[in-house]
């Protein structure tokens, strides 16, 4: 339920799009596809997809020859759903950490204001619940806000910080937060990273560099990329991945803000196109409002 209120917003728009677009139709013709088109696209689904989820339907319509509008919302839904399967696990499973991946090191990466602090706040209080030992890293270390922002977390959450001081070398925070990691035999450590997208080539190395630092104490480190992105942006989080993903190998995806906004879709469209599975989807400001994704779970509640 808590995901339904979560995804009110974008639940009510799509809908009331969706009956609009099928409104007086019997029969799913050119002018319902155009219609359909139009909802995909202003609920943030994104381009391509959008013309691939209507490519699949115009498929089934040429098929079966008639296709109802009254069909057409559990089509929708399948082959939305079938999209979210390729990228995606689906069943909420509860995080383990491998045995032999001890500490288990998620680099956080997105630029500042989408979330990443509190993501990271969230999931670290999450962690801990499940009896987890967390140790954070600050190694945002551009803005002295960041800093804060992350110390704020950790004493609300009750978990270790390793920081220095604004202006230091992202990569030495890093170090230092991997070693402690391991003295103090944590499980999971989080790392915070700048998020500066004024040049590519800037943020590539300085993510190089925390990643090779990092494995000088943990081999095989970080275990997960994980690239917030603000999901009320729409098409801006759609550029922030293009550019994070050119900058570094994401492997995760936490979209956050989503009660906010009626773009939810975009879930859709940035799992479908850049192929890296959506973990977590933020769907409050509190530490509870941060939800492992189920893609199963997420598209009901868009249909219910
Ligand atoms: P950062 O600069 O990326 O670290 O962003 P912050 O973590 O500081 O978050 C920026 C603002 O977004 C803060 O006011 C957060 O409370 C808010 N925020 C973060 N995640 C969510 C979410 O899932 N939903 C809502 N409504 N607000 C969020």
Request: no cysteine; proline share 2%; net charge negative.
């Amino acid at each position: 339920e808590t995901l339904d209120k979560g995804l009110e917003k974008s639940k009510t728009s799509f809908f009331g799009k969706l009956s609009k677009a099928v409104a007086g139709k019997s029969k799913v013709d050119d002018e319902v596809l155009d219609n359909l088109e139009e909802v995909l696209v202003t609920s943030d689904v994104g381009v391509n997809t959008t013309l691939k989820v209507i490519e699949r339907i115009e498929e089934r319509v040429s098929r079966d020859k008639y296709l109802g509008t009254d069909e057409l919302n559990q089509i929708l839904r399948e082959e939305i759903a079938g999209l979210l399967s390729e990228t995606n696990i689906g069943e909420d499973t509860e995080f383990v950490i491998p045995k032999d991946k001890k500490p288990y090191v998620i680099m956080v990466v997105g630029v500042n204001g989408v979330g990443k602090t509190t993501t990271i706040g969230k999931l670290a209080y999450q962690f801990k619940k499940q009896g987890f030992k967390v140790v954070l890293g600050a190694a945002d270390t551009f803005r002295a806000a960041a800093i804060d922002q992350l110390q704020v977390w950790a004493d609300r959450v009750e978990v270790p910080i390793v920081k220095q001081s604004m202006g230091s070398d992202p990569a030495s925070v890093a170090f230092d937060t991997l070693q402690s990691a391991v003295t103090q035999d944590a499980d999971v450590v989080i790392i915070d990273t700048a998020g500066r997208l004024h040049n590519k080539v800037n943020l590539m190395n300085e993510l190089t560099k925390v990643k090779r630092v990092m494995q000088k104490v943990v081999v095989d480190t970080p275990n997960d990329v994980l690239l917030v992105l603000d999901g009320s942006t729409g098409q801006n989080a759609f550029e922030q991945a293009k550019q994070f993903t050119a900058a570094t190998e994401v492997t995760s995806l936490a979209v956050t803000k989503l009660d906010g906004t009626a773009k939810g879709g975009v879930v859709i469209g940035i799992s479908d196109q850049f192929k890296i599975p959506v973990k977590y989807i933020g769907v409050g400001e509190g530490i509870e409002d941060l939800q492992v994704f189920n893609k199963y779970e997420f598209v009901d509640s868009f249909f219910r």
